[in-house]
């Protein structure tokens, strides 16, 4: 991984967390202490952190941080993931797509015929309209981050609905691999999406597991989900080779 890339992957963290840890950015990236240090040194002479005992914060100027999900470059574990989640869908099915890359990349792989979509992503409604794939955006308040719309309205139109399947991405995996999310919004809308799809799909590369967060998926929910990835998690054996990803199945209702 470039220091380009490097440096991409940083700003996403600071965007999500006020604060990271050295250990964490060594695991995220994949690099050693080392590395981490020389690139935090160069990120805060670029204004992109500030550096702190153990690892960086974010700085003030939060548009640093602005995502950037584009349709263009969907390749490595986003590609693997979302070829993957996109053979799970069969004709004519109803389906739930959230925001985020992998979600994105899973839209631009969808080959099922006369399928319906429901997303609260606008990079999602895009994909999908280009492909002339029937597609029903949620409202909502406009969140510049994900480029989605949330908020009460979106959960209580969303709760109204019941799909074959929900597709999610996802801030993290605990150590149970319990998905976390990384604001109320994003937790509130994965679990009406649980609740009302009879499968659900958690979307995650190698880099989200073994995290933590504030918000967590109830137990009584998670055991109902399965993931995919790009990548066999270390120390964990329930995952099943499929295509170039990983799915783990749990199971089901």
């Given amino acids: 991984m ?56 974010r700085v003030k100027d939060k548009s640093i941080y602005k995502r950037k999900v584009e349709e263009g470059n969907i390749s490595g574990p986003l590609k693997v993931i979302g070829e993957l989640a996109a053979s799970k869908v069969r004709d004519g099915e109803l389906i739930f797509l959230g925001p985020g890359k992998t979600t994105l990349a899973m839209a631009e792989n969808i080959t099922a015929k006369n399928i319906t979509v429901i997303t609260n992503g606008i990079p999602q409604l895009e994909a999908l309209s280009r492909r002339n794939i029937n597609v029903f955006l949620l409202c909502g308040f406009f969140k510049e981050y994900s480029r989605s719309v949330v908020g009460r309205q979106t959960t209580k139109m969303l709760e ?94």
């Fill in 160 to 253: 109204s609905y019941r799909f074959d399947k929900a597709f999610l991405g996802v801030h993290g995996f605990g150590a149970d691999l319990v998905p976390l999310s990384g604001d109320e919004y994003e937790y509130d809308i994965k679990n009406i999406c649980i609740r009302n799809a009879r499968e659900t799909y958690v979307l995650g590369d190698h880099s989200k597991f073994n995290r933590t967060a504030m918000y967590a998926t109830p137990e009584e929910l998670s055991v109902y989900l399965n993931i995919i990835t790009d990548r066999q998690p270390e120390g964990i054996g329930k995952f099943v080779q499929e295509k170039q990803g990983y799915i783990w199945r749990r199971k089901g209702k």
């Fill in 2 to 57: 470039t220091y380009e890339l490097r440096k991409e992957k940083v700003k996403e963290l600071l965007a999500e967390n006020e604060v990271v840890s050295k250990r964490q950015l060594e695991e995220t990236l994949g690099v050693s202490p080392s590395t981490v240090q020389r690139d935090l040194i160069s990120m805060e002479k670029e204004g992109i952190l500030a550096r702190l005992w153990g690892g960086a914060r």
